[in-house]
């Protein structure tokens, strides 16, 4: 983790998969971009490969943002290339940049 670009948003918690098993998530957190797009990355602590399609997953990561501040629409999987085995990459809505912004994230591409 870069600690000069990297905006840690929750600490560790347990997201559980469409099967029921449960997962240890270390970190969400974003990366300053300097951009309007933000991804949020989730580091696990063992291998989750194969399940960044799935939509619990996908929530418990959610309501763990809803716990640390989030108010805005839910995140969707993230292009499947940016994936890794400890890694879940998620894409978030437009709305997300107000939460982000309130975390220290900025959006350099407001000044053009």
Same mark, same amino acid.
């Given at each position: 983790?870069?600690? @000069?670009?990297?905006?840690?948003?929750?600490? #560790?918690? *347990?997201?559980? @998969?469409?099967?029921?098993? $449960?997962? @240890? $998530?270390? !970190?969400?957190?974003?990366? /300053?971009?300097?951009?309007?797009?933000?991804?949020?990355?989730? @580091?696990?602590?063992? #291998?989750? &490969?194969?399940?960044?399609?799935? *939509?619990?997953?996908? +929530?418990?990561?959610? !309501?763990?943002?809803?716990?640390?501040?989030?108010?805005?629409?839910?995140?969707?999987?993230?292009?499947?290339?940016?994936?890794? !085995?400890?890694?879940?990459?998620?894409? &978030?809505?437009?709305?997300?940049?107000?939460? +982000?912004?309130?975390?220290?994230?900025? /959006?350099?591409?407001? /000044?053009?």
């Amino acid at each position: 983790m870069n600690h @000069d670009t990297d905006i840690q948003l929750s600490g #560790p918690f *347990k997201a559980t @998969d469409g099967s029921g098993r $449960a997962h @240890d $998530a270390k !970190a969400i957190r974003i990366f /300053d971009e300097g951009y309007g797009a933000i991804d949020v990355y989730v @580091d696990f602590k063992a #291998p989750i &490969s194969g399940l960044h399609k799935d *939509k619990a997953l996908i +929530a418990a990561v959610v !309501a763990q943002l809803r716990t640390v501040g989030y108010k805005g629409p839910d995140l969707t999987a993230g292009d499947p290339v940016l994936q890794e !085995a400890r890694l879940l990459v998620l894409e &978030s809505p437009d709305e997300f940049s107000t939460f +982000a912004a309130s975390k220290g994230w900025k /959006d350099l591409s407001e /000044d053009f």
